[in-house]
């Protein structure tokens, strides 16, 4: 059973940082990537950072230059570095792992509020 816990959310100011981490245990067989998804409140799922277990990263627009992601996908880890933050960065954020089957794992989710 793979399990993923994220940690490190919280109410942050507008242009703030905040670091999230998250640790997955469980085996996980032909494992492609590490991910962080966000839902804002009334807003579809979004994929925000990709780590793949060759190390490419990739981001969506709306974070580029912003965020970061880093870790160490043999160590199940993953970690998001989130800087200049706007209210609008505002949602639940999600650790995720995948494998080239086409499974994904999720997180139970970390509230992340940007606000003054």
């Known amino acids: 059973q793979v399990h993923l816990v994220e940690s490190g959310g919280g109410l942050v100011q507008p242009g703030g940082s905040l670091r999230l981490f998250c640790a997955a245990s469980?085996?996980?067989?032909?494992?492609?990537?590490m991910d962080w998804y966000r839902q804002a409140p009334g807003k579809e799922r979004e994929l925000v950072a990709t780590?793949?277990?060759?190390?490419?990263?990739n981001y969506a627009d709306s974070v580029k230059g912003r965020f970061t992601i880093s870790g160490d996908t043999a160590r199940n880890t993953v970690d998001l570095q989130m800087t200049s933050l706007k209210p609008e960065d505002t949602a639940v954020y999600y650790c995720?792992?995948?494998?080239?089957?086409?499974?994904?794992?999720w997180g139970k989710g970390t509230l992340v509020t940007v606000s003054s």
């Open positions: 469980g085996i996980i067989s032909s494992k492609k990537s």
């Open positions: 995720t792992t995948s494998n080239y089957y086409g499974l994904t794992y």
């Open positions: 780590i793949t277990t060759g190390g490419i990263t």
